[in-house]
Structures are given as structure tokens and as C-alpha cells.
């Protein structure tokens, strides 16, 4: 099955700054990557997604980068704010299975 | 379009009894999942349903969880005997289709379960 690492585990900016976190996957038919935000106690909420036919996808200050090749994709955040702080998570999906395989998050504090 | 909804948002249960959690999809969205988050980790994959099929139980524990989606009515987690192990936040998600196709899943704000 797909196994999914996500580094690192706990990350630590100062408000302006930019945030990386990185992800990478086994299965190479894993076609769609999702990020996901969760603030404690709530939802994951999607933030952006790429598709494996996309090297990268931007949204305002949200970048998703995918290497095929190597099997990982990263998660750029730039001018973070303290409202960015969540504990963000990576997903890869196969075409053939509905599921997403998640990695283990990332808690991202932005300090002001 | 009201999105994923779970209920109860909090469940207390006491040992060997039974958890029944529910969850109704976005409106139009066929597809159900139920992932199983522990305090600090992360999402974890339990089942995949469509309406009355069971895609997907390879995350499901073999003894005391069970899940259906029946034709009408919501999506159920049923966890018989209940330990205390089973203490977690159990989240639904849906989507619009499944295999094939590389459509988003949108979740719950999940049922938070404790058990005595």
C-alpha cells in the first residue's frame, strides 16, 4: 500500500517569513496530492491540491511543488502569518482506490 | 450547500458498550470515508463506502467496527464493546465520485469519542 512521510514534524517561523514542508510517497500511481489545514479541534480543511500532470500550482501565497520522478511534493507557504498556525497534513491518492494515504502532519507556529 | 455533517460532535461511552456515529454527506456527494485521528497524529483511513457497497475496509479493525451507507439516511460508524483505546476523534469525509477520478474530500468537524 502507499505509505506517505511528511517532514518535519514541527516547525517554527517568525511572522514574514517563508514555511516548507515537505512530503514524499511510495505508490507511483499516486496521480493527486492534497494539503490539508486542521486548527485544533476542527476540521481538516483542503488549502490546495495538485494533479500529477502539474509540476506546481500556486494560490496567493500557497505553493504546491511535485516532483514525479523522485515521488515528493512540498507545501510553500510565503509571508506567513500568526493565522497560518495549524497543524498542516499531506495526502497521496492512487486512481485506483477512492482513499487518501495522510501523512503525519505538521505543526507550523508563526510567531509575531 | 451545507457541507459534510457528523453527529454527535462529542460521545462518552463507558467500557463494553456500543458507539454509533453518524455522518450525512455534502449534498450530491456519493462517496464516504472515515479516517480515525489520536491526539497529536495524524488522519488515519478506516473505510471507503458508496451507497450500500463497502469499497474499501482495509483501515477497519476486523472485530467490533462495522460501517454501512444504506440507500437512504447517513453514513454509520458502529463500534460494538467499546475500549478504552477506541478514544479518538473519528472524522467523515466525502466526495462528489471515488476511483478514477481526482475529486477533493471534504470533511466533517468529526465526533470526538471518550471512553470510560
Known amino acids: 500500500g502507499e505509505n506517505v512521510e511528511q517532514h518535519p514534524s514541527t516547525l517554527s517561523v517568525q511572522e514574514g517569513d517563508s514555511a516548507v514542508i515537505k512530503c514524499t510517497y511510495s505508490d507511483s500511481a499516486s496521480n493527486y496530492f492534497p494539503w490539508y489545514k486542521q486548527e485544533l479541534g476542527k476540521r481538516p480543511q483542503l488549502i490546495i491540491d495538485i494533479r500529477s500532470n502539474v509540476g506546481e500550482k500556486k494560490d496567493q501565497r500557497i505553493a504546491v511543488t511535485l516532483n514525479k520522478t523522485a515521488k515528493h511534493f512540498s507545501l510553500h507557504i510565503t509571508e506567513t502569518q500568526p493565522e497560518d498556525s495549524a497543524v498542516y497534513f499531506c495526502a497521496a491518492r492512487n486512481t485506483n482506490a477512492g482513499k487518501s494515504t495522510f501523512g503525519d502532519g505538521t505543526t507550523l507556529t508563526v510567531k509575531p | 450547500n451545507a457541507g459534510v455533517m457528523q453527529n454527535p460532535r462529542h460521545l462518552v461511552r463507558r467500557r463494553g458498550q456500543e458507539a454509533r456515529l453518524r455522518c450525512s454527506p455534502m449534498k450530491g456527494h456519493s462517496h464516504v470515508y472515515w479516517y480515525r485521528q489520536l491526539p497529536e497524529e495524524g488522519l488515519k483511513f478506516m473505510v471507503y463506502l458508496q451507497k450500500e457497497n463497502i469499497i474499501d475496509e482495509s483501515g477497519m479493525p476486523k472485530e467490533r467496527f462495522s460501517a454501512e451507507f444504506p440507500k437512504e439516511g447517513p453514513s454509520i460508524l458502529r463500534i460494538q464493546q467499546v475500549v478504552r483505546g477506541d478514544s479518538a476523534a473519528y472524522f467523515c469525509?466525502?466526495?462528489?465520485?471515488?476511483?478514477?477520478?481526482?475529486?477533493?474530500?471534504?470533511f466533517g468537524d468529526g465526533t470526538r469519542l471518550s471512553i470510560l
Open positions: 469525509a466525502s466526495s462528489l465520485t471515488g476511483d478514477y477520478s481526482n475529486q477533493p474530500q471534504h
